[in-house]
């Protein structure tokens, strides 16, 4: 049984970084893509980036000079940073799973944590 | 960056009833690359079709995918209870950077 469970702090102050880490059980880490994906209080899904087993990345260009995803296999986590964060960055965050096959396609998100609500308020 | 628009913002609906759900893409999507979720409050997505047209493992054949280039469709048939639910299509472009729509809910009619 795959799981994924996401921790860190629940609220964070303006212009500070938000860190979360996503610890993954039944799973190997390898030939994976590892997801943050967030979501604004009633708002839709947003992807974030991905870090897969290599250690490549791959962000949002909206947050791109914002973010960075890095993977500790040895741990079987992967980890969020945000930085300078604002009141629009209010959000629950989402890790999730992603198969990337050689021909192009894929098997997105198919596992995913329960998520876990960030407020940027001082 | 593709851009996808979901139609009808909100659908009211029966059970037993037909759902028709609409995913537009700004520019030409790789079939292999378009997606579609179920959320439900509280709760984080769950992937239903993969592909465009292949269900995830478990997912009941009354969900069915269709459509290419920039014109895709999810299908339920016979709503259940269950289904009654928020539905995104995404996709994701040759440099892998992934977007979803902004979904579509299906409340009870």
């Known amino acids: 049984q795959v799981q994924l469970q996401e921790s860190g702090p629940g609220l964070v102050k303006p212009s500070e970084t938000l860190s979360l880490t996503c610890s993954v059980s039944g799973s190997s880490m390898m030939k994976f893509y590892w997801n943050w994906i967030r979501q604004a209080p009633g708002k839709g899904l947003e992807w974030v980036g991905y870090v897969n087993s290599s250690g490549n990345t791959n962000y949002n260009p909206s947050l791109k000079s914002r973010v960075s995803i890095s993977i500790d296999t040895s741990k079987d986590q992967f980890s969020l940073e945000l930085m300078s964060v604002t009141a629009a960055d209010t959000a629950v965050y989402y890790c999730a799973r992603t198969t990337y096959f050689a021909d192009g396609s894929s098997y997105p998100f198919d596992f995913w944590g329960q998520g876990t609500l960030v407020s940027v308020s001082s | 960056e593709v851009v996808l628009t979901q139609s009808p913002v909100t659908l009211s609906l029966s059970p037993g009833e037909r759902a028709t759900l609409s995913c537009r893409a700004s520019q030409n999507v790789r079939s292999r690359s378009l997606a579609w979720f179920q959320q439900k409050p509280g709760q984080a997505p769950r992937l239903l079709i993969f592909g465009a047209s292949n269900r995830a493992t478990g997912v009941p054949d009354r969900f069915s995918g269709r459509g290419s280039w920039t014109d895709f469709t999810l299908i339920i048939d016979r709503l259940e209870p269950e289904d009654f639910a928020v539905y995104f299509c995404?996709?994701?472009?040759?440099?892998?950077?992934?977007?979803f729509g902004p979904g579509t809910k299906i409340d009870l009619k």
């Open positions: 995404q996709q994701y472009d040759t440099s892998l950077i992934f977007t």
